[in-house]
């Protein structure tokens, strides 16, 4: 399997939000993977308003992770409020979130 690399970290505490809302249950492993790409992507590198989009040909399903907010806790963490969108068989769900970066760089849903 390998090393269990930061990036892989990140993408696995991210699994969490791509299965999130009604439409996440009917993703495959495919389109999971897409979205936990365009996830990470978001928290890590997005402004506050800067959609990334993630598309999987294969299936026809798509979605897109928009910051909304990015503060920091009292404790010093970096948190980023966010929209998920999910396309599945042309039926739209829009769900919110919220991040919060740990010390070892992984992005943990808090809300």
Known sequence: MGELTPAKKALIAL????VGGTL???LDEQDRMHAQT????ALENAEEGESVSWANPESGNEGS??????YKTSEGLTCREFSQTVEVDGEEEETQGTACKQPD????IVG
């Open 15 to 18: 699994f969490v939000i791509v």
């Open 24 to 26: 996440g249950a009917e």
């Open 38 to 41: 365009a996830a990470s992507d």
């Open 65 to 70: 992770y928009t910051p909304t907010e990015t």
């Open 105 to 108: 760089g992984t992005w943990h």
